[in-house]
């Protein structure tokens, strides 16, 4: 799915792709990130670098985990945002 994302973004004018990650950290400061991974950790990493957040796959595979990911998007998400 991260490849057919990845096509789509590309394809779009007012989109620009500044970097494809597989699981290591890199210090990139995209304004969105499209998670196709099952893993809540991806959104909060996300959330607290200042990015808006669009999860492809479940938010997280327990209801405490994604408990934590709408938390973090709540405490990160600047008032009036969406």
């Known amino acids: 799915m991260g490849q057919i994302h990845a096509l789509a973004l590309h394809n779009n004018p007012g989109a620009q792709i500044i970097g494809r990650i597989n699981r290591s950290p890199r210090d990139l400061h995209p304004d969105l990130v499209v998670i196709a991974t099952q893993s809540d950790s991806h959104a909060i990493r996300a959330k607290r670098a200042g990015a808006h957040v ?4 479940p938010l997280a ?10 938390a973090t998007a709540h405490a990160t998400t600047p008032r009036g945002s969406a």
């Not at 669009?54 to 796959?57: A, M, P, Q, S, T």
């Not at 595979?61 to 709408?70: F, G, L």
């Open 54 to 57: 669009f999860v492809e796959k």
């Open 61 to 70: 595979t327990t209801v405490a985990d994604a408990e934590r990911v709408v």
